[in-house]
């Protein structure tokens, strides 16, 4: 029997800092893939610690590119995606990995809804075909759209609407009670801007527009 999650005790972490873009040499086609930093600055070591997480920025091997892991079996220039399994993904060819710090805890947020990750289908029929057929294309974005308490006063609603404001990219870390674990990396929507109704609490929505897909771990 699945294990039913609730929407309660979750905490929300946002992407504070990165650390210095390391050279990433290659990342395997196994399960789990092994990234190997061996020409990264200083060489031969990325300071990466078992259990942190890190964003890639990489070529070729895109279905790894902008998303973000958990480090297992780390050594001084190689580690784990952890429960990434890379055996049919793309030939990876250049990139870079950075440690991320979760030093924003965003405790505002009073509903959540996510949209996109569907197939956009692309037609394949041939003239021999009595019916038309497709195979699946690129998929669309994947959207977070989160309602929150409008309070100018608090840390967290301050540090997405900069992050909104300098339109960058922020790693995002959803934690359940239970360990139960959701990451994504995405552009941030906060324009600050209070609504809600009569007699209501004041909200303002915040938006999260993911680059790559997201990860999850259960524990």
């Known amino acids: 029997?699945?294990?039913?999650?609730?929407?309660?005790?979750?905490?929300?972490?946002?992407?504070?800092?990165?650390?210095?873009?390391?050279?990433?040499?290659?990342?395997?086609?196994?399960?789990?893939?092994?990234?190997?930093?061996?020409?990264?600055?200083?060489?031969a070591a990325h300071g990466v610690a078992n259990g942190e997480y890190v964003v890639l920025d990489v070529l070729?091997?895109?279905?790894?590119?902008?998303?973000?892991?958990?480090?297992?079996?780390?050594?001084?220039?190689?580690?784990?995606?952890e429960d990434e399994d890379t055996t049919a993904y793309n030939t990876f060819s250049t990139g870079s990995l950075q440690e991320i710090t979760f030093g924003i805890t965003v405790s505002t947020i009073t509903g959540l809804t996510a949209s996109g990750g569907d197939f956009d289908f692309i037609d394949k029929?041939?003239?021999?075909?009595?019916?038309?057929?497709?195979?699946?294309?690129?998929?669309?974005p994947l959207v977070f759209s989160m309602e929150s308490i409008w309070d100018p006063a608090d840390p967290g609603l301050?540090?997405?609407?900069?992050?909104?404001?300098?339109q960058g990219l922020r790693a995002v870390h959803l934690a359940w009670p239970n360990g139960y674990r959701y990451l994504f990396n995405a552009y941030v929507?906060?324009?600050?801007?209070?609504?809600?109704?009569?007699?209501?609490?004041?909200?303002?929505?915040?938006?999260?527009?993911?680059?790559?897909?997201?990860?999850?771990?259960?524990?």
């Open 125 to 140: 029929t041939t003239i021999h075909e009595t019916a038309r057929s497709q195979i699946p294309g690129p998929s669309s």
């Open 1 to 43: 029997m699945a294990t039913v999650v609730k929407w309660s005790g979750v905490t929300v972490s946002v992407q504070s800092a990165l650390g210095a873009a390391k050279t990433i040499v290659s990342i395997t086609k196994a399960s789990p893939g092994v990234v190997d930093t061996s020409l990264a600055s200083p060489p």
């Open 60 to 81: 070729g091997m895109n279905q790894v590119n902008q998303r973000v892991f958990r480090a297992a079996s780390v050594t001084t220039d190689t580690l784990q995606l």
């Open 189 to 219: 929507g906060c324009s600050g801007v209070p609504t809600g109704s009569a007699q209501d609490k004041v909200i303002t929505p915040l938006v999260f527009t993911a680059e790559g897909r997201g990860t999850w771990y259960a524990d």
């Open 158 to 166: 301050q540090a997405l609407k900069a992050a909104a404001d300098a």
